[in-house]
């Protein structure tokens, strides 16, 4: 009999984190919207700056590439490749909430779609 405040107890932890990832959920995709701009900023391989209409800036960095840091070997090679192809250029950010092992959800701006 004394396992079932044990039973209860988990129960109400199980439907808190549930309520607490709809939340988490609800309100990331509450805040992100898509984003349109110029880039005006490289930072590194694998992160830019990009200015939208309001003239905000918004540094991001791009989700599944593992480029190296600026002080790293080649940091400063992938930063100019980054740079060749994507500075000055349109491109639209799309917000992007992945779920990740052990329960953790990624929110972030993963796509970039250059005009």
Do not use: C
């Not at 109400?12 to 995709?29: C, D, E, F, P, W």
């Not at 880039?39 to 593992?66: C, F």
């Not at 070997?73 to 992007?96: C, H, M, N, W």
């Amino acid at each position: 009999m004394t396992d079932e405040p044990d039973k209860v107890r988990r129960v109400k932890q199980s439907v808190m984190a549930a309520l607490l990832t709809a939340l988490l959920l609800l309100s990331a995709s509450a805040q992100q919207q898509t984003i349109t701009g110029k880039v005006v900023g490289v930072s590194d391989g694998d992160t830019i700056t990009v200015l939208d209409a309001s003239k905000k800036q918004h540094k991001v960095r791009r989700d599944g590439i593992d480029a190296p840091e600026s002080n790293h070997d080649y940091g400063s090679r992938a930063k100019q490749s980054l740079s060749d192809l994507i500075f000055g250029r349109a491109v639209t950010l799309t917000p992007e909430i992945r779920h990740m092992p052990y329960g953790i959800f990624h929110i972030g701006y993963g796509i970039w779609h250059m005009a």
